[in-house]
């Protein structure tokens, strides 16, 4: 069924909707319509156009959060996907991690005791500390403190066309 996108009430994208959530949204004086489908939903007491662009009448404050998720991805972008041990820069799909303290050791999976490997160091260095394995971090696991300039880009097919004066230059669509 058709999508619905919610703005802030600064004309700001928020997120994609379901044409029902939209309506009781649209029902409940939470929000105005500012585009329309040219499809009707019929109920027994009214008939109302499928809203394309719904904006909220009151200003929502989106939280951005400020720390950066612990995963595979975000280990691989803090090392710029490079081995830790011998600094050899390759495809994601070649790496993987490694716990400096292994677990059976006491290391545990955070920031600070796992960096990105390949396979040969992470072989050669097998169940051992660096030192035990006579290897060297090239650089120390660490806590970002920053995002990773990483740019998530949406991908929309079949964007309706009203929406793309609301959508940013950083929004790739698909048609």
Request: net charge positive.
């Amino acid at each position: 069924m058709e999508r619905v996108l919610l703005l802030n009430n600064t004309f700001e994208p928020i997120k994609v909707l379901d044409w029902k959530k939209a309506v009781t949204l649209l029902t409940l004086g939470k929000v105005e319509v500012v585009e329309e489908y040219d499809r009707e939903v019929r109920t027994v007491s009214f008939s109302i156009r499928l809203p394309s662009i719904v904006r909220l009448l009151k200003f929502v404050r989106i939280k951005k959060k400020k720390e950066v998720y612990f995963s595979r991805q975000n280990i691989f972008i803090r090392d710029n996907f490079s081995c830790q041990y011998c600094g050899g820069k390759l495809k994601q799909q070649e790496l993987t991690f490694d716990h400096v303290v292994p677990k059976f050791m006491g290391g545990r999976t955070t920031w600070e005791n796992i960096v990105t490997a390949c396979v040969p160091c992470n072989r050669k260095k097998a169940g051992r500390t660096p030192s035990q394995a006579g290897m060297r971090l090239l650089r120390g696991p660490a806590k970002p403190r920053w995002t990773p300039v990483l740019r998530i880009t949406f991908h929309f097919k079949n964007t309706p066309e009203s929406w793309r004066d609301y959508l940013y230059w950083n929004t790739q669509l698909e048609n």
